[in-house]
């Protein structure tokens, strides 16, 4: 490789519903595109079929969105980082076959990434300073919510997760019930800025460890509003912001209980979160509260490397790299991956 320590290195991300691609030297982000997928808002969910031709028709204008701005050629990349898994199998497929043939023509190494992880070391990008280690993680996204103990960015063990809906899904599926748009989350961040959290009472279950469930309040959500419009077939349209506000409240007490506790736990006092909901302004402010409350020094990302951004792909590729690790052609997308280390090995020779 040319930058011994600051490659020049291609991101692509394609999970999801976000086409994404980005151009970074070491921490320095030289360009982040990301394209939405509107489409999937009319049916209040991902398509996985309409996700995956739009990213057919996307990545390669994406891709050379991403190297114009960044003002270099194809031919200047050392390397190209791609999204390995988790995520939706087609959506994958489309990235991983862009990126690994992108690379074998121009002769560079291709470098698969788990996209858990890279939501996690987003971290590492300038603007922020990135977290001492080791940090523990609290990765909040629509498919995932766990607890990651970060001892370096090649060794991170999950100290806990949700048993069944992600903290994401929570907010989208809470938003559906009041007929807010896909996906939710946004949404139901904005209307609770001006509601009341405490006109509703939602309990907050506790799972054992530093383990979550979502699904419960899903149905409580539902359960209560049911009986709400039996009394006053008005009562959704006339109390979002408070509903808004209240489920807020719920989720973000939920998600901060394990937090906590494994801050007091472990003594490590280094915090940050990552994912979609690290978006939420009310998670960012309990952050914020317990960085002057309790001492922890928190991490919380810029906006746009909370949610999918082949930014935070790019970052992966960068620190594998360094450790001289690299993928090969045979890689092949997987929905599910569990470990969070890395997906590339040991440079032959
Ligand atoms: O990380 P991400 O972009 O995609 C996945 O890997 O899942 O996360 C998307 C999730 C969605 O559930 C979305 O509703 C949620 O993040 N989200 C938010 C906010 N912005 C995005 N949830 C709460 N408040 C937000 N401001
Ligand atoms: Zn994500």
Redesign the pocket.
Known sequence: MEHASHPLILGIES??D?TSAAVIRGPQVLSNVVANQALHAEVGGVVPEWASRAHLRKIQPVVQAALDKAGVTASDLDAIAYTLGP?LQGSLHVGTSFAKAMAWGLDIPSIPVH?MRA?ILAHVLEPGLPPAYPFLCLT?????TQLVKVRRPNDMEVLGQTLDD????A??KV?KLIGLPY????V??KLAAQGDPKAFSFSRPRMDGYNWSFSGLKTQVLNFLKQAQDKDANFVQDNQVDICASVQAAILDMLMAPLIQAVEDTGITEVAIA???S???G?RARLAEANAEHGWTVHIPPMAY???NAAMIAAVGWLDALDALEGTLEASPSPRLPALTSLAQPKEG
Do not use: Q, R
């Open positions: 999970s999801c976000d995520g996209h939501h909040v996204s629509g498919g995932h992600a903290a994401g899904e907010f989208d938003a996906p939710g989350g946004p139901v961040d994912g979609g909901v978006a939420n302004s998670l909370c949610t999918d």
